[in-house]
């Protein structure tokens, strides 16, 4: 099934047929905004709503007040890296990785914590959606329960988990950690793009 890619802050802002073209214009971008459509009609209005997506306003209120995390892992590269964007605008709030011999989970699950960690900096008690179950599940036992083999690769990523379990640890924190209704409210506002 064909994608088109709205980049709305990047090298040149657009829709684009393919997920190498709008790459070309959002990696390595600070503060790049972009996502993937279903279809060209959804792309060409999303890009002229200015990234305020057609189904934000449709979301429940308590929802358009959140922030929703993904991670995206590459079969080819055994890459992943995380990003949380704030739901009512779209705007990427922090990105993580790439980290090299990882999975998807291990990146929800960091996505969380860090998110986590940002509100709390900032006094928010929005809420956080995932749409990793398991992110959920590790982050309420406060263990990331990866199966993930240890390699000189991963060394900086099983740091980050690490780090990222101490800071479950040692803080409490407010925010309802939430599962992302894909059926009901469409895709992950934070999805990188590349299904």
Known sequence: MAKFYVVWQGRRPGVYESWSEARAQVEGFTGARYRSFASRAQAEAAFASGGAASNIAALPAKVRQGYAVD????????????????????????????????????????????????????GSRAPIYTDSSNAILWVAQARCQTTL???????????????????????EYCNAVLK???????????????K
Not at 85 to 94: A, L, P
Request: proline share 3%; net charge negative; glycine share 8%.
């Open 71 to 122: 991670a995206a892992w590459s079969a080819r590269s055994g890459q992943m890296e995380y990003r949380c964007v704030e739901i009512v605008t779209g705007r990427e709030i922090f990105r993580g990785g790439p980290f090299e011999d990882a999975t998807n989970n291990v990146g929800e699950f960091l996505a969380v914590v860090h998110a986590l960690a940002w509100l709390k900096e900032r």
């Open 149 to 171: 083999a240890r390699t000189p690769r991963n060394a900086a990523l099983f740091e980050r988990i690490a780090h990222a379990e101490r800071w479950l640890d040692e803080h």
């Open 180 to 194: 992302w209704r894909t059926d009901e409210w469409g895709e992950n506002p934070a999805d990188f793009g590349r």
